[in-house]
């Protein structure tokens, strides 16, 4: 159970916060726990659902923002991000079980992306302080330098998800991965 009220229904959350999540209904067909949790805070919301559809159309592919997703979720041992990623890598960005599985070990099959899953890694471990060698072996693997941004803004908003999730223990809501702990 939550630590803090997830609202049950749009109805119930604050009213500023209503018509976001209309849109995340439109979006997705439903509503997650998480969305309906942070609707406790409009503002809070309209953060999230703003960085997280500002970097939907960044030139980061939905494949590497789901693998993304799955390494810092299993870094910071979040169950509900785990699973949700899990749930939308293999539906929606259509990787299979053997990619998602090196995903939440932190790898991936494909070069480049591991190359990718390698600096934000880093990036959480090294709380930003990466070297400049990271930053050039990421950029030697294919990534631009807009490309390298949208990477540490995809840690700092898949950590910031994470932390709301485990800060109030979020109900899970989709098919349970248990999340390897950092």
Sequence with gaps: MSRITTPATIADTPEASQPLLEGVKKSLGTVPNLFRLIANSPASLEGYLGLSGALGKGRLNAATRERLALAIANYNGCD?????????????????DAELAANRAGSSTDAKADAALRFALKIAAERGRVS????????????????????????????????????????????LVKANRA
């Design 80 to 96: 509900y991000c785990n699973s949700a990623h899990t749930y939308i890598g293999k539906n929606l960005a259509k990787l299979d």
């Design 132 to 175: 400049a060698e990271d930053v050039q072996a990421a950029r030697e693997a294919g990534f631009s330098d807009g490309e390298l941004v949208e990477i540490v803004v995809h840690v700092a908003l898949n950590t910031l998800t994470n932390y709301v999730n485990e800060a109030f223990a979020t109900e899970v809501d989709f098919p």
